[in-house]
Nanobody
């Protein structure tokens, strides 16, 4: 079965850190560009970060730039997102998204991140 499974979310205090993981199964991750997308409570999807298939380039949303590091380990078929200095407005469900060169895509089920004191 082709799937992406996110993990690493949870409740963290403002200023804290989390590392999200996204494990791929049923396909080879290195054929895909990868992104993290989030959905805040009551809002639509918001792109957060992206990384090319070979990790040659990384991209970040302005609102979180300097606080995020996206990375991938193709040997482990896993994508990561290190999030530091978290703020309450970073709260939401974080999804990983894989897009192939033929533009087929795969979504994970999401992991909840809650930033609150």
């Amino acid at each position: 079965e082709v799937q992406l499974v996110e993990s690493g979310g949870g409740l963290v205090q403002p200023g804290g850190s989390l590392r999200l993981s996204c494990a791929a199964s049923g396909f080879t991750l290195d054929d895909y560009a990868m992104s993290w997308v989030r959905q805040a409570p009551g809002k639509g999807l918001e792109w957060v970060s992206a990384i090319t298939w070979n990790a040659g380039s990384t991209y970040y949303t302005e609102s979180m730039k300097g606080r995020l590091t996206i990375s991938r380990d193709n040997a482990k078929n896993t994508l990561y997102l290190q999030m530091n200095s978290l703020k309450p407005e970073d709260t939401g469900v974080y999804y990983c998204h894989a897009v192939s060169m033929s533009y087929s895509d795969i979504w994970g089920q999401g992991t909840q991140v809650t930033v609150s004191s």
